[in-house]
């Protein structure tokens, strides 16, 4: 029992509590006929963003997402239940993480390197940005299938931090303090308590649609189908959630997913940025019937990349911590399949951990 209530707390953190569902008839509907979103009904994000249909009273809420009543008894059912990939779990690889740091940063140009689950590291000049870093296990009781082979001090000192998300496989208290006190944070409104617990007070809060410039770079944070918690006393989406675009200003632009589900403005992103690559988060995508309101599978991902019309496809979030049912090496396998039948195979930036891709 106390198991079960420990991966419950940590599966309510790592962002896979779903909603009560919403059953229409569309083709990304599972068990049913049911949604992983409410449709945007001609509106559209930005129009959403600006109006602050996300702000409600004392906390956030997710204008894309459907309810969440009934969560905790849903995730009780998941954990009892049989897993229809047991029987792989056994051959989960555990890979030593590795990377090539002094290139890296040596690099004047425009990379992305995969450190671990979605953990992202890019260069843009001399100018450093990593993502949501997770350096280590985040419960005790979570398998690491992709530890670090090198202190992570050796990374490159950011220049900026992005984070996506309060869960615990995305806000890391023990990672975010590895970093000097002055590391310029940029963040979603809310979560000034843990960066206050780890001395970090430069920081620029994002909402839907704000932006951050550096130099030759510009970021802008965009909405997700998701939420986030960190206490379950205090309850969900005290802080936001969401993804960033990055214009290198000249040079590639990259689209970071954060974690989302499937909804229906990826074609409304894909009209407003003229995407070189978009970085999804796969992973935690089974069983549907729990998971597809916080995360999508790699058929939707298909479908949102179609939908984006962006020119390359990469995936994190996948082959570190086991959060779903499937095994942690299954997402790329899975997605090169789908993407096969989509005659997309050369679209994939196919990286593991610790890879990097050079776009400029």
């Known amino acids: 029992m106390k198991k079960l209530i420990l991966n ?12 009560s569902l919403w059953a ?13 979103y409410k449709p945007l009904d001609g509106r559209s994000l930005r129009e959403i963003a600006l109006g602050k249909e996300h702000h409600g009273s004392g906390r956030f809420v997710n204008p894309m997402g ?38 890296i940063a ?13 953990s992202v590291l890019i260069q843009i000049g001399d100018r450093t940005l990593l993502v949501d870093p997770v350096f280590d296990e985040i419960f005790w009781f979570i398998k690491d299938f992709s530890p670090l082979a090198f202190d992570p001090k050796q990374i490159p000192g950011p220049d900026h931090v992005l984070i996506t998300h309060g869960h615990y496989d995305h806000l890391d208290e023990a990672s975010l303090a590895t970093f000097a006190a002055d590391t310029h944070i940029v ?15 430069n ?19 965009l909405p997700a189908n998701h939420w986030t918690m960190r206490n379950p006393l205090r309850g969900p989406n005290r802080s936001l959630w969401g993804g960033y675009m990055i214009e290198t200003g000249g040079g590639p632009t ?3 997913t954060g974690d989302t589900a499937y909804f229906d403005g990826f074609a409304e992103l894909g009209r407003d940025y003229d995407i070189d690559l978009a970085v999804f988060n796969l992973g935690a995508y089974a069983p549907r019937w729990f998971m597809a309101p916080s995360h999508m599978n790699p058929a939707e991902t298909v479908n949102a990349f179609k939908e984006l019309n962006a020119k390359k496809l990469m995936i994190v979030h996948w082959g570190t911590f086991r959060l779903g049912d499937e095994p942690v090496h299954f997402p790329p396998e899975d997605l090169k399949r789908e993407l096969e039948k989509e005659g997309l195979s050369d679209r994939l930036v196919d990286l593991t951990h610790g890879e990097t891709v050079h776009l400029a």
Do not use: C
């Open 106 to 118: 040596a690099h004047q140009g425009v990379t992305v390197t995969f450190l671990k689950h979605a």
């Open 24 to 36: 229409a008839r569309n083709p990304y509907t599972y068990d049913g006929g049911r949604l992983p």
């Open 203 to 221: 920081r620029t809060r994002l909402d839907w649609y704000e932006t951050y410039a550096d130099g030759d770079f510009t970021l802008t944070f």
């Open 66 to 103: 459907i309810e969440r009543k009934g969560r905790f008894w849903q995730l009780l059912s998941w954990k009892l239940s049989s897993n229809r990939y047991a029987e792989a779990l056994d051959r989960q690889p555990e890979i030593s993480v590795t990377a090539d740091l002094e290139k």
């Open 254 to 256: 990259i689209y970071l």
């Open 187 to 201: 963040s979603p409104l809310g979560h000034d308590r843990v960066f206050a617990g780890v001395g970090l007070k």
């Open 8 to 19: 419950a707390q940590a599966a309510m953190m790592a962002g896979m509590v779903p909603a």
